[in-house]
């Protein structure tokens, strides 16, 4: 039978969350997302959500979402909110690679086919990106070829110069581009750079995808314990840096 499922994202400003029937799409929703609130402000947000479905909350069985990288805030946020309602609803909870699914969605793309590479990336801030690239398998799931990496926004092109592209962290290099004169630098990098871009509607993560990709995988994703699951940032933040840089010295 196929189970139903909470999927939530709130590794960017931009909350978006979905109940799915296996792979169905039954409701989503998407909004701005009050950092200053907190958790507080998804619950409204995932009751209407099952309002819309005409679900109740008791019915669920899983909970799935991107634990990261990601916004510090917003992982924190969707994380503590995942595991109060699987604490009281005694429910599994998955946590993906936000990496992962960002480049899931890439691949549903007809053009992407099985060997065909994905680069994912992501704001890690400073001026640089998180980046994985992934391969598509027969069954157009990703397929980690390296681990997660931190690198220059500016390197990007030395460090990956195959393969489609993909993710909000491309914006780094598309709003200079679109504010710049013709004979900018920044507009001739993004020239060179398009051919290769996923399409820009795509660069997000996505709850319905996070929880997609999830099924898909079956038993290839396990759950995580309640208890020990905390949001994968990617990096310290930069108070860590600094504390970490006081205890050195």
Not at 85 to 90: D, I, Q
Not at 101 to 116: L, M, N, S
Not at 152 to 168: C, D, F, H, K, R
Not at 188 to 209: D, G
Request: hydrophobic share 45%; with cysteine.
């Amino acid at each position: 039978m196929p189970r139903r499922t909470l999927c939530l994202d709130t590794s960017a400003r931009d909350f978006s969350a979905a109940l799915l029937e296996g792979e169905n799409l039954v409701a989503t929703t998407a909004a701005a997302v009050d950092l200053r609130s907190g958790s507080r402000s998804l619950a409204p947000s995932i009751q209407q959500l099952l309002d819309q479905a005409g679900w109740k909350i008791e019915k669920l069985e899983r909970i799935v979402l991107p634990i990261g990288p990601g916004s510090f805030s917003g992982l924190r946020m969707g994380v503590v909110t995942a595991k109060v309602l699987a604490y009281s609803l005694n429910l599994p909870i998955f946590g993906l690679n936000t990496l992962a699914v960002i480049a899931f969605r890439a691949a549903a793309q007809e053009a992407i086919k099985p060997g065909d590479e994905i680069v994912s990336l992501l704001d890690a801030q400073r001026g640089e990106l998180f980046a994985q690239r992934f391969t598509i398998d027969s069954a157009s799931l990703p397929q980690p070829l390296e681990d997660r990496r931190i690198l220059p926004n500016a390197e990007l092109e030395a460090a990956y110069p195959t393969g489609i592209l993909t993710g909000s962290g491309l914006q780094l290099i598309a709003r200079p581009a679109r504010r710049s004169p013709a004979e900018d630098s920044s507009l001739q990098r993004w020239q060179k750079l398009s051919p290769r871009l996923a399409p820009e509607p795509l660069w997000p993560c996505e709850a319905a995808a996070a929880g997609i990709l999830l099924e898909r995988s079956g038993n290839l994703i396990q759950p995580l314990d309640h208890w020990s699951l905390v949001p994968d940032y990617g990096r310290p933040s930069a108070a860590e840096e600094k504390a970490i840089e006081r205890e050195l010295t």
